[in-house]
Each structure stands twice: as structure tokens, then as C-alpha cells.
């Protein structure tokens, strides 16, 4: 379907983005585009002027801070995947970028954007949690830190208000394994079921895909491995605390199956 009519500002600054996103009601942000132009499309997304920080390279990055990287919202996917410091300090989040769509997604979408948009569906959210990441938000206000784990509220809702915008994800160095497997029918499709898993400060840490209106940590396989249990025993609490879907990819029930399998595999390769 053609989207209902928009107006269309280009922001030179976030700064620029921040006042264009409080001058009407209805604006949106817009960055690669890959997750709001479809909903335009289906008209179940109706901006009245979009805002597009695309263009804004200045938060295009991945540096290191510290004992943590720092990644700029808008870095695209390819370029997380192929980035040498990420890859070698937060292997995860590079790995997971490269699992993301088809290679027109990855270089035309954002990490921001998949954050931002609070789909439950989509990979990187469960392993920011895992990570137990921080994401820096600038809005009207000035800049505030929010904790992954308090972000996402529900379907396509999160902690960012309606002039908001994520300007950087901040993820610890990883010392220990780690690992993010996704279930799909096909190669390029979304996860009917995604795991995350690292090891952290001693313990493992585990996030759940697409097992609820919002990632997941599945704090029962958590609490499992502290007690002693091996990976496949922690696995069988997968489904605890999860309110899975069922749609065209598999019941409730298949994704509650997968998630045992997934996150059984996830913990040996993270243990390995
Ligand atoms: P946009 O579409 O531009 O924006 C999405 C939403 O986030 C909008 O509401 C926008 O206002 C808001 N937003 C964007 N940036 C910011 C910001 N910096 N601050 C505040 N709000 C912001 N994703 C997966 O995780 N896994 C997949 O397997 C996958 N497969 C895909 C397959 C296809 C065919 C397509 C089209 C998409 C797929 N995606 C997948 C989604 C893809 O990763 C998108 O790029 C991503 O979800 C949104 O990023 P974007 O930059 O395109 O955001």
C-alpha cells in the first residue's frame, strides 16, 4: 500500500532532531528505515513529518570507553559485524549484527532503530539484556542513562518519549564465552526463537527472543546454573516466566520446546 501523506525534515544535529520531534504531534524519527517504512506501508504507522537522522554520522561508531565499547545508534549492522574492536572485545554483538535480515537490511538498518522500534521479534534487544547493557538517551531534557533491563515495556513500547532519541548503546568487554543462536525457517526470516548467553562476573547470564512481548532474561535457567546444574537440566526452566506467541511460525508450545534446545546449546557453547 502508499503511505498516508508526511512531511520530511533531514536533522543536520540531534540537537536539530530533539526540537523537530516536539514541533507537532505525530512526528517520528526515521533512520534506516526498515522497520517504519513497512508499518507506513500497512498504514498502521501514520507520522505526520518524519524526522530523518539517517544521515547523522556522528553517531556512527563503535569506540572503546573504558572497560566498555561504546556504539553510536546509528551504526548500521553491516558495520557492527565487521567491526575488528567490537568483534574481538564484544564478539556477541557483532555475531548477532550479522545474523539480521538480508544484506540490504544490514546496510540500510540500525542498531538504534532495532532498539527504538521494541519489537519482540528482533535479535539485539535480548542481548543487550544479556550484556546487561546501558543505552544513553538525549531529549528535551538533556541526556539520561537507561538500564537495558528497565527499556523495554511492551510491544513496540519503551522507556523513549516522544522526543527522545537513543544516541549510544554502552556494552561491557567480554572476557568470557558467549553465544546468540536463532531459530528460523528460512536463512533471512526473523527468530521464531533467539538465545543469548555470556559469562560474566562468574556466572552466566541468559536472554530470551521473541518468548514474550519483550526480551526476556530467563532468570530460572540463571538461578538453575548458580545452584549447580548443568546446562541441560538449567535449560528445562527455559519456558518459566515466558508468555510465547503463536502465529505463523510456530505455536506457543514449539517456541517453549525451542527455547529449552536453544538455550541447552547456547550454554555449552558459552561454557565451551
Ligand atoms: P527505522 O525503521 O528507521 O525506525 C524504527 C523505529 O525506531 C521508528 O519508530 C523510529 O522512529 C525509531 N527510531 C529509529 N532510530 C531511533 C533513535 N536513534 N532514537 C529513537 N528512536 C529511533 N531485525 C532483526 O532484529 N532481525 C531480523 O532477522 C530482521 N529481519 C528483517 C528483515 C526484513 C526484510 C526487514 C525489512 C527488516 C528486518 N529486521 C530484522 C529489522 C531491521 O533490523 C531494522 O533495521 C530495525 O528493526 C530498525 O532499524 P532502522 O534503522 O531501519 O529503524
Redesign the pocket.
Known sequence: MIPDRFEYEVAESVEQAIDLLGSSDGT???????????LMRLRVARPSLLVD?GRLRELSYVREDGDRLAIG??TR?HDLANDSLLRERCGIVAHTAS????PQ?RH???V???I??G?PA???PAVLLALEAELVVRGPDGERTVAAEDFFHGVFETA?GPQ????EIRVPALTGGWSYLKFRRRS????TVGVAAVRADGAARVALTNMGPTPLRATAVEQALAGGADAAAAAEHAGEGTTPPTDTQGSADFRRHLGTVLVRRALDETMA
Open positions: 517520528k524519527l526515521l533512520a534506516g528505515g526498515h522497520s517504519l517504512l513497512p537522522v545508534a546509528l549492522h545474523l539480521i535480515g538480508d537490511v540500510r538498518g540500525t538504534g532503530g532495532s527504538a522500534h519489537d528482533s535479535d539485539m523513549l527522545d532519541v537513543l544516541s533471512q526470516d526473523w527468530a
